[in-house]
């Protein structure tokens, strides 16, 4: 999941994950940089696999990446 140094980063509060996904982007920042040139992704991401930041698509998800960090 990642390539180079990372921040770790908790995002709290309503619909969190959704806010989150939406600041992120498309997965792919080709896509981002069409369907939402100001995403995270559109402007630091270089393509599907390199895109500049994660984000969990559920809190379940969320919690399995965040137990696999602490470790």
């Known amino acids: 999941m990642t390539s180079g140094p990372i921040v770790a980063m908790e995002v709290i509060g309503d619909e ?40 969990s698509d559920s809190i379940a998800s969320a919690a399995r990446v965040s137990m696999h960090l602490s470790h």
């Open 16 to 55: 969190a994950v959704a806010s989150w996904r939406k600041l992120l982007g498309p997965t792919n920042s080709s896509v981002a940089r069409s369907d939402s040139p100001e995403s995270i992704r559109a402007k630091f991401g270089t393509d599907g696999t390199k895109n500049a930041a994660h984000g």
